[in-house]
């Protein structure tokens, strides 16, 4: 079964399930809310991101006051092509950092198998953060807006002291597509000098993970990222292959690319015929499939909004920051439009029952607010607005995040993304100025959710 473009018809009626066998367990949640802050269990002169990681290790999980908050692990949502087996080795074998770099010797992690991580979202369902995200270049870029602390008696013996105020979010780490360089998505979805075949890994019997010694003899590596590539081809195009580059005809540009989604984008059918086939040429003399872009984008797109829409009852407020670092060698533009096309599609089909907002960073790309509008045309429910308009609050203890003046965000959940890297644990280790990675993983409990060697990291895999 082809995996990629969903293939419906416009119909008027939308289906609320984006994923099937939607999971009976889930990781702890609550009815909690983001638009009210509270005292957290972490002292005022402690470092959050440090305790919160001590409060899940086995040496003193079981010491914590049944009170206090324990990170719960995240629910994995994957898409049904990926194997099992590397879902683990994503989750758990990531290198301590990875700023700029890929697959290194001595790794575990290629970079076929980095490009998968595209298609393997971990949602913490109750993250705590002691603060609201802002960049600002005068103080260094990326930082955290502190909420401050508040007095409060003691759990143990009941003296008052100062403990940091949180705010409960839901934190996905989704990977973005990875185009810093050319060795992740621009390697899974160029055309090379002859046609590829796409292989189904899981019809071969004989495929498994290549081990780490064997990772670093370079003809076996290479050979294992081509079985990924081919495996990603085969699940993403409906040929099935991916042509010669010289066999290209009627070859699109950037900008006649970009023409393209944003038609697809704003015409109410749902023609994905349009996009099959397609090929851009990029400013690097790359040529890539459009078709597997856009797919790539849908099964992003569906694996995290059906994590949502599950993990959040109560309603959700989805925020979304668009690539920079990782956009290099394609351009922000395009993949912005991949994934407001990818969500569109989506949005033709299913009911996002309970997003109640829809935020998007237009910093850089002031057009494409109302191109998202046109994407959840048919999600008549939702509120379509720039993020920057939800962080206008005082600061401090009362917060930039202010959704006061929308009702249809009260009580709800607001979703932030750290913009996770699939090679490195930045997370847990990058400080707070290096990136949106290190500002949020500083100041949150999310690194301790995702901490690699917990027990229960994969409880919850959908």
């Known amino acids: 079964m082809w995996l990629g473009i969903l293939g419906f018809h416009y119909s008027k ?9 939607v999971p009976t367990n889930l990781p702890p949640s609550g009815l909690d809310r983001s638009d009210a802050l509270h005292p957290s269990s972490i002292l005022a002169n402690e470092k959050f991101r440090s305790c919160s990681l001590e409060a899940v290790r086995p040496s003193t999980k079981d010491e914590k006051n049944p009170e206090d908050f324990i990170p719960p692990p995240p629910l994995i949502s994957c898409s049904d092509f990926v194997p099992r087996p590397l879902v683990e080795l994503l989750m758990r074998r990531k290198k301590n950092s990875a700023l700029g770099v890929k697959w290194l010797k001595g790794d575990d992690i290629t970079n076929m198998e980095g490009a998968m991580h595209s298609f393997v979202t971990p949602v913490i369902s109750r993250c705590e953060i002691n603060g609201d995200y802002r960049y600002n270049p005068v ?9 401050g602390d508040t007095l409060q008696s003691s759990r143990t013996d009941g003296s008052k002291r ?10 996905s780490a989704s990977v973005q597509m990875d185009f ?8 899974a979805c160029r055309l090379e000098g002859s046609e590829t075949i796409g292989h189904d890994l899981s019809s071969d019997s004989a ?7 064997a990772k670093q003899d370079d003809k076996q590596r290479r050979a294992y990222d081509e079985s990924l590539r081919q495996h990603i081809i085969y699940h993403l195009t409906e040929a099935r292959r991916l042509p010669a580059r010289k066999s290209v005809k009627d070859l699109l540009d950037i900008n006649e690319t970009i023409q393209l989604l944003e038609l697809f984008i704003t015409t109410p059918i749902d ?3 349009k996009i099959v086939g397609k090929f851009t040429g990029l400013d690097n003399g790359q040529i890539v499939s459009v078709e597997i872009l856009f797919n790539t984008a849908v099964q992003q797109a569906k694996n995290e909004l059906a994590a949502l829409e599950v993990l959040c009852p109560q309603g959700y407020v989805y925020t979304y920051d668009p690539a920079s670092i990782f956009a290099r060698k394609i351009g922000a533009k395009i993949l912005n439009r991949l994934m407001l096309a990818a969500l569109k599609h989506l949005s033709d089909h299913y009911k996002f029952e309970n997003m109640r907002v829809f935020g998007f960073n237009n ?4 057009g494409v607010i109302s191109l998202l509008r046109s994407a959840l ?17 005082a600061g401090g203890a009362q917060g930039l995040y202010n959704v006061t003046y929308i009702p249809q965000a009260s009580g709800a959940m607001l979703v932030i993304h750290n913009n996770s890297d699939g090679f490195g644990q930045n997370i847990e280790t990058e400080a707070m100025i290096g990136s949106l990675d290190g500002a949020i993983g500083s100041s949150s409990s999310a690194a301790a959710s995702l901490e690699r060697n917990r027990k229960d990291l994969l409880d919850f895999i959908w």
Do not use: C
């Not at 910093?363 to 002031?366: G, M, V």
């Open 13 to 21: 009626t939308l289906t609320l399930i984006m994923k099937p066998n």
């Open 139 to 147: 103080f260094g870029g990326h930082g955290i807006d502190r909420f």
């Open 162 to 171: 100062k403990y940091q105020l949180t705010r409960f979010v839901v934190l």
């Open 180 to 187: 810093e360089d050319a060795r992740v998505m621009l390697s």
């Open 207 to 213: 495929w498994a993970i290549l081990d780490k010694k």
């Open 271 to 273: 023609n994905t015929d």
């Open 363 to 366: 910093y850089a790309d002031r």
């Open 377 to 393: 045309r048919r999600q008549e429910h939702v509120i379509v607005t720039s993020k920057q308009d939800l962080f206008n609050g």
